[in-house]
Nanobody
Framework: QVQLVESGGGLVQPGGSLRLSCAAS????????MGWYRQAPGKQRELVAA???????NYADSVKGRFTISRDNAKNTVYLQMNSLKPEDTAVYYC??????????????WGQGTLVTVSS
């Protein structure tokens, strides 16, 4: 019913930048929160950043001042601008959204993940 498609991952050198995008499509009435999570090898998935429909954002302490989350409500798209990347940012990044469908069902939806590798 609802799909999230991520793009923008890849290989970048330490200190570099990447921009992730995630577009939601399907039977969407509204999207409250959208966010990015990440999972590094051998570690649990963790919240990176999240943003409400009113553009209130919160960040993990480890990315504050380096990452910026934003969203385009008209396009049902969320972005993650990642600057000053560090090797410890290497992970699979997952998009997440809290969706109310056209039939007024609540769904928590996940994207398929996009790999970000920070290495020289």
């Amino acid at each position: 019913q609802v799909q999230l498609v991520e793009s923008g991952g890849g290989l970048v050198q330490p200190g570099g930048s990447l921009r992730l995008s995630c577009a939601a499509s399907g039977s969407i009435f509204s999207i409250e929160s959208m966010g990015w999570y990440r999972q590094a090898p051998g570690k649990q998935r963790e919240l990176v950043a999240a943003i409400t429909s009113g553009s209130s954002a919160n960040y993990a302490d480890s990315v504050k001042g380096r990452f910026t989350i934003s969203r385009d409500n008209a396009k049902n798209t969320v972005y993650l601008q990642m600057n000053s990347l560090k090797p410890e940012d290497t992970a699979v990044y997952y998009c997440n959204a809290d969706v109310t469908t056209l039939s007024y069902r609540y769904l928590e939806v996940w994207g398929q993940g996009t790999l970000v590798t920070v290495s020289s």
